[in-house]
């Protein structure tokens, strides 16, 4: 430990005092650079909570902070009265309910590519997870509203809708609207766009248990599926929530496919199948459109919401990765 | 206590499971590009690459459209920002790596994080108040802008797990024969990490290149082609991402087809730089 201790410190006062050949201008120059390209970054991000927070200052002065995000109105025709509060229940129930449809297919895929499946699959599988990552969420949009929106519709939610209709009609405004464009819609996409992320966590996690935990489970009769049980999952356990608070982060953040698929509603109450909306899908369908300034500037403040609430799911994501100690999770 | 029979029959059920789980997963990938290719090859013909969109009763009266100045557009959108990006994440990722005493390394690694992690769309607004707001017009300038902030924290981060990867000695050997610091990066470690930049590199640019939302308020789109090249860096230009929603929202069938042909040009060209990032991972010295 103080052998640990005093190396820092050495090189500590090495750098407080470089040799001479480290405060040549050549040197000098390089840090100066490398440093300042670094700064840039430390102040864009920095800028971008000022200016979201700057620009949506007059929605944020006009209702208060808590008054917007709780208000339930949000009237740019007439009242020009702004509240954020559908719009995050919107994205906090498609999220959510996103990651709750893909989590448990997401760690099936990765124990079976961890545990079951043979190299050259694992492979291929792996492969296939990244392409879904790397569809463009505009493609994945235009498939939702020309595939699988009147597919779901003549085929789940007509059906639904109409047994609710003569058997349950108290049902009925639950479920809403079945036209095809709602939340359902939009929740069914944001799982599927967000599998790749939690599969590459949870592997992550799942590698990082140690071999001898597994065989040692083997050793006491184990079958396959016991030592995934109860030596694997028990051990990766923290990994894998990292891992879905992240996917969460990721969630909330997109934006294309769910602005061409939620359908657009600015009212609660929102309904299982009829139309909503979310954060980015209100800025997207509305900020080209706003002539009223405090439209305008509503419209930065519900950015600037979102950047809290990105912030403190990356926050706490990163607090669990480094907690569970697992890599970074890249996906491609 | 379970018999074994019980307890294997469970052990074949739970495969049977992650199985079907698996496929259940893929089976939506396999679907889309079918999809995204079925309908979109009729609509990919020469006009398609050589006409530009113009209004909607251009294609309603059956005139030749396409959308030439989207792809252009893209290109030169996409390549804007990788000029941007790649010299401030390439000098932040060098930061982070070799010089890990330096004080602002913690906070830069948490803000490059945190910038990481923030929607794209949050990244359009900036560059809307920091471009389009000053200039006073949407350009093609405003949307490279927006796409480097969606490359830049990617790059960083990729940067420094590349040259993180080489050995201390290496650093060591080079200084031990008198380089200087800057040499020793410059020459040394950024050519052993070579394949690491750049499919660093090459996935940001992959990710940016299939954003839209940042580009709706920056690039803002355009049915033309700008009558000057300079109109494609200081006026709305169109990208891929960005027209193939306008094509996708809009109310005629024979854009919906454009749209469709729109996405299989934007899945190749993401994928095709995927691939090569992905072929450049397997490269060893």
Same mark, same amino acid.
């Given at each position: 430990?103080?052998?640990?201790?005093?190396?820092?410190?050495?090189?500590?006062?090495?750098?407080?005092?470089?040799?001479?050949?480290?405060?040549?201008?050549?040197?000098?120059?390089?840090?100066?650079?490398?440093?300042?390209?670094?700064?840039?970054?430390?102040?864009?991000?920095?800028?971008?909570?000022?200016?979201?927070?700057?620009?949506?200052?007059?929605?944020?002065?006009?209702?208060?902070?808590?008054?917007?995000?709780?208000?339930?109105?949000?009237?740019?025709?007439?009242?020009?009265?702004?509240?954020?509060?559908?719009?995050?229940?919107?994205?906090?129930?498609?999220?959510?309910?996103?990651?709750?449809?893909?989590?448990?297919?997401?760690?099936?895929?990765?124990?079976?590519?961890?545990?079951?499946?043979?190299?050259?699959?694992?492979?291929?599988?792996?492969?296939?997870?990244?392409?879904?990552?790397?569809?463009?969420?505009?493609?994945?949009?235009?498939?939702?509203?020309?595939?699988?929106?009147?597919?779901?519709?003549?085929?789940?939610?007509?059906?639904?809708?109409?047994?609710?209709?003569?058997?349950?009609?108290?049902?009925?405004?639950?479920?809403?609207?079945?036209?095809?464009?709602?939340?359902?819609?939009?929740?069914?996409?944001?799982?599927?766009?967000?599998?790749?992320?939690?599969?590459?966590?949870?592997?992550?996690?799942?590698?990082?248990?140690?071999?001898?935990?597994?065989?040692?489970?083997?050793?006491?009769?184990?079958?396959?599926?016991?030592?995934?049980?109860?030596?694997?999952?028990?051990?990766?356990?923290?990994?894998?929530?990292?891992?879905?608070?992240?996917?969460?982060?990721?969630?909330?953040?997109?934006?294309?496919?769910?602005?061409?698929?939620?359908?657009?509603?600015?009212?609660?109450?929102?309904?299982?199948?009829?139309?909503?909306?979310?954060?980015?899908?209100?800025?997207?369908?509305?900020?080209?459109?706003?002539?009223?300034?405090?439209?305008?500037?509503?419209?930065?403040?519900?950015?600037?919401?979102?950047?809290?609430?990105?912030?403190?799911?990356?926050?706490?994501?990163?607090?669990?990765?480094?907690?569970?100690?697992?890599?970074?999770?890249?996906?491609? | 206590?379970?018999?074994?029979?019980?307890?294997?029959?469970?052990?074949?059920?739970?495969?049977?499971?992650?199985?079907?789980?698996?496929?259940?997963?893929?089976?939506?990938?396999? &679907?889309?590009?079918?999809?995204?290719?079925?309908?979109? &090859? +009729? *609509?990919?013909? !020469?006009?398609?690459?050589?006409?530009?969109?113009?209004?909607?009763?251009?294609?309603? $009266?059956?005139?030749?459209? /396409?959308?030439?100045?989207?792809?252009?557009?893209?290109?030169?959108?996409?390549?804007? *920002?990788?000029?941007?990006?790649?010299?401030?994440?390439? +000098?932040?990722?060098?930061?982070?790596?070799?010089?890990?005493?330096?004080?602002?390394?913690?906070?830069?690694?948490?803000?490059?994080?945190?910038?990481?992690?923030?929607?794209?769309?949050?990244?359009?607004?900036?560059?809307?108040?920091?471009?389009?707001?000053?200039?006073?017009?949407? =350009?093609?300038?405003?949307? /490279?802008?927006?796409?480097?902030?969606?490359?830049?924290?990617?790059?960083?981060?990729?940067?420094?797990?590349?040259?993180?990867?080489?050995?201390?000695?290496?650093?060591?050997?080079?200084?031990?024969?008198?380089?200087?610091? !800057?040499?020793?990066?410059?020459?040394?470690?950024?050519?052993?990490?070579?394949?690491?930049?750049?499919?660093?590199?090459?996935?940001?640019?992959?990710?940016?290149?299939?954003?839209?939302?940042?580009?709706?308020?920056?690039?803002?789109?355009?049915?033309?082609?700008?009558?000057? !090249?300079?109109?494609?860096?200081?006026?709305?230009?169109?990208?891929?991402? $960005?027209?193939?929603?306008?094509?996708?929202? =809009?109310?005629?069938?024979? !854009?919906?087809?454009?749209?469709?042909?729109?996405?299989?040009?934007?899945?190749?060209?993401?994928?095709?730089?995927?691939?090569?990032?992905?072929?450049?991972?397997? $490269?060893?010295?």
């Amino acid at each position: 430990m103080s052998t640990d201790k005093d190396t820092r410190k050495n090189i500590r006062k090495l750098l407080r005092n470089p040799s001479a050949i480290y405060r040549r201008p050549g040197d000098l120059l390089f840090t100066f650079l490398v440093v300042t390209l670094g700064i840039s970054i430390i102040l864009l991000t920095l800028s971008m909570a000022f200016v979201l927070y700057g620009e949506g200052s007059a929605a944020l002065r006009e209702f208060g902070f808590f008054g917007f995000v709780r208000g339930t109105t949000w009237d740019p025709a007439v009242q020009l009265v702004f509240g954020a509060w559908p719009f995050l229940l919107g994205t906090v129930t498609t999220s959510v309910m996103a990651l709750l449809i893909s989590i448990l297919p997401a760690i099936a895929v990765a124990i079976f590519t961890a545990e079951y499946a043979p190299r050259w699959l694992a492979n291929i599988i792996d492969n296939l997870i990244q392409l879904i990552a790397a569809v463009p969420s505009v493609v994945i949009g235009i498939w939702g509203i020309f595939v699988l929106a009147p597919w779901l519709r003549d085929t789940v939610y007509l059906p639904v809708f109409m047994w609710a209709e003569s058997s349950y009609p108290q049902l009925l405004p639950i479920l809403g609207n079945p036209m095809g464009y709602g939340m359902t819609t939009a929740t069914i996409v944001l799982a599927l766009m967000i599998v790749p992320y939690t599969t590459a966590l949870t592997k992550d996690a799942i590698r990082s248990v140690p071999q001898e935990q597994r065989e040692a489970c083997r050793a006491l009769g184990a079958t396959r599926w016991e030592v995934i049980r109860m030596a694997i999952l028990p051990y990766a356990r923290g990994g894998i929530l990292a891992g879905a608070i992240l996917s969460l982060g990721r969630a909330i953040g997109e934006t294309m496919a769910v602005a061409m698929l939620i359908g657009n509603k600015n009212t609660l109450p929102f309904t299982i199948f009829g139309a909503g909306a979310t954060m980015p899908s209100v800025i997207v369908n509305e900020f080209r459109e706003a002539v009223e300034s405090l439209h305008l500037s509503s419209l930065m403040a519900i950015g600037f919401t979102l950047f809290i609430i990105a912030l403190i799911v990356n926050l706490f994501a990163a607090y669990l990765t480094r907690k569970f100690s697992i890599k970074g999770g890249q996906v491609i | 206590m379970k018999t074994m029979l019980q307890r294997n029959i469970r052990d074949r059920f739970m495969e049977g499971l992650l199985v079907l789980s698996t496929i259940i997963v893929l089976l939506p990938l396999i &679907i889309i590009i079918a999809h995204v290719i079925i309908h979109g &090859i +009729g *609509a990919l013909n !020469w006009d398609f690459f050589t006409q530009e969109l113009g209004s909607p009763s251009r294609a309603l $009266q059956g005139r030749p459209t /396409g959308l030439v100045h989207t792809i252009l557009g893209t290109l030169v959108v996409d390549f804007m *920002a990788l000029t941007i990006a790649l010299p401030v994440g390439l +000098g932040a990722g060098i930061m982070l790596s070799e010089y890990p005493d330096h004080k602002l390394n913690p906070v830069l690694r948490v803000m490059n994080d945190t910038l990481n992690g923030m929607p794209a769309i949050l990244k359009g607004l900036l560059a809307f108040v920091l471009i389009v707001k000053p200039m006073g017009t949407f =350009s093609g300038f405003s949307g /490279g802008v927006a796409l480097s902030f969606v490359m830049l924290p990617i790059i960083a981060r990729t940067t420094e797990s590349a040259l993180m990867s080489i050995p201390w000695s290496i650093r060591e050997a080079g200084l031990a024969i008198g380089l200087p610091r !800057w040499r020793v990066v410059l020459s040394t470690v950024m050519p052993a990490a070579r394949f690491g930049l750049v499919t660093g590199t090459l996935i940001a640019f992959a990710r940016a290149a299939g954003e839209a939302a940042p580009l709706l308020f920056t690039s803002f789109g355009n049915n033309y082609l700008p009558n000057h !090249w300079l109109g494609m860096i200081l006026g709305p230009v169109d990208t891929l991402p $960005q027209r193939l929603y306008s094509l996708a929202i =809009s109310p005629y069938s024979h !854009w919906h087809n454009m749209g469709w042909a729109a996405a299989i040009v934007l899945l190749v060209f993401v994928m095709l730089t995927f691939a090569t990032a992905r072929f450049f991972t397997r $490269q060893k010295f």
